[in-house]
């Protein structure tokens, strides 16, 4: 019978319905609470996936950057690229000027 009156919901409206109302209702809001917090933790873990995406391809065009900017200031670069405006290198090496001051 105990089953019966369980599938019939008689323990919604006799008199102690209103101590089973208060432990339903709580329940259900464990329940809410638990989706709820479910679904935040999807959310931020597909964030996390999609911010390391984003973070390899930055990594790769920062590399890339670097490495056209270290061919571009090659000798053989500048000079492939000057050479076009007519100007070239002089045969004889720069040389460091020394400025001594005197403090006092």
């Known amino acids: 019978m105990k089953i019966y009156n369980i599938l019939k919901g008689s323990f919604l409206v006799d008199e102690g319905a209103f101590k089973n109302w208060k432990i339903i209702l709580?329940?259900?809001?464990?329940?809410l609470f638990?989706?709820?917090?479910?679904?935040?933790?999807?959310?931020?873990?597909?964030?996390v996936a999609r911010l390391n995406a984003q973070m390899k391809m930055m990594k790769s065009i920062y590399i890339d950057s670097?490495?056209?900017l270290t061919r571009m200031k090659m000798e053989s670069s500048v000079r492939a690229k000057v050479k076009?405006?007519?100007l070239?290198?002089?045969?004889?090496?720069?040389?460091e000027i020394t400025v001594i001051t005197k403090t006092n």
Do not use: Y
């Open 26 to 31: 709580f329940v259900v809001a464990l329940l």
């Open 34 to 47: 638990m989706i709820s917090s479910a679904h935040s933790a999807d959310r931020k873990v597909m964030q």
């Open 66 to 68: 670097g490495t056209q």
């Open 84 to 86: 076009d405006k007519g």
């Open 88 to 95: 070239r290198f002089s045969a004889i090496p720069p040389v």
